[in-house]
């Protein structure tokens, strides 16, 4: 889980170290016509560390009956890597907030 640290003046002027969880995102897979099954599953196999074959096959087919799947939910960095290199191999994907 990711945080900020943010510095908050105390009572009697001392500076407590205060956490503030970061958001997080959703990272999406939207179907499309153009990739094979194969190629989606490798793909989010390669992008997502420590995400597993059946774990793959199964966004994959959500995206495919759904039209969308959610990949992971993390901090805003990770998420944009991630969107992008799915992106970068041909496929459709966005982030959105975690809400």
């Given amino acids: 889980m990711s945080t900020d640290v943010l510095e908050k003046p105390a009572i009697g002027q001392k500076t407590a170290t205060v956490r503030k969880i970061a958001p997080r995102y959703r990272v999406l ?16 196999i390669t992008t997502i ?17 759904n039209g969308i799947a959610l990949v992971i939910t993390c901090a805003l960095e990770p ?16 982030i959105e907030p975690d809400e």
């Fill in 29 to 44: 897979l939207h179907n499309d016509d153009f990739n094979s099954m194969e190629h989606v599953v490798q793909t989010l």
């Fill in 49 to 65: 560390g420590g995400l597993t074959q059946p774990q793959a096959v199964s966004i994959m087919m959500e995206a495919h009956s």
């Fill in 79 to 94: 998420a944009e890597f991630y969107c992008e290199t799915l992106k970068n191999h041909g496929l459709t994907s966005t």
